[in-house]
């Protein structure tokens, strides 16, 4: 559900950038149901603060809580919540000291998934983060 569209968006009534609500369903290993993540997100360009030469981007994500009778919820028993307690991820151009232009990426989450032991959780964790600068990086190479 988009409730503001465009990054770039200034002044708008959610304040400048996008703002939507993001369902996503993932099956992880060992885990019987799959778990379900609804959140709020919204991401915004800012001016870089370090050169004033770049803009980067913020991303924060938040849980959604939800009426009962809410139709982003899906009532399957064979369905897990989850929730993105809070998330924020920051992109911005970084100049090394060769002069090669690269891009900072900070990624900071906390989750909480109710069902998924401790053990599966930190494995899962350890391996989305590998896997998500991987995916990154496969995006950025193709452009």
């Known amino acids: ?28 290993p060992f885990v019987k149901k799959s778990i379900e993540v609804v959140s709020l997100m919204h991401c915004r360009r800012f001016k870089d603060w370090n050169d004033n030469k770049g803009y980067g981007y913020c991303v924060i994500t938040r849980a959604v ?3 009962p009778n809410d139709m982003l919820v899906s009532k399957s028993a064979d369905r897990s919540r989850s929730e993105i307690l809070i998330s924020a991820n920051i992109i911005r151009p970084l100049v090394l000291t060769d002069g090669k232009l690269v891009s900072d990426l900070v990624c900071i989450t906390h989750m909480n998934s109710p069902g998924v032991p401790m053990y599966i959780a930190k494995k899962i964790g350890q391996n989305s983060a590998k896997n998500f600068v991987t995916d990154v990086r496969a995006v950025l190479e193709e452009n």
């Open 65 to 67: 809580n939800q009426e």
């Open 1 to 28: 559900m988009i409730l503001q569209l465009g990054i770039d968006t200034e002044n708008g009534p959610f304040g400048h950038g996008e703002t939507k609500v993001v369902r996503n369903l993932t099956k992880p």
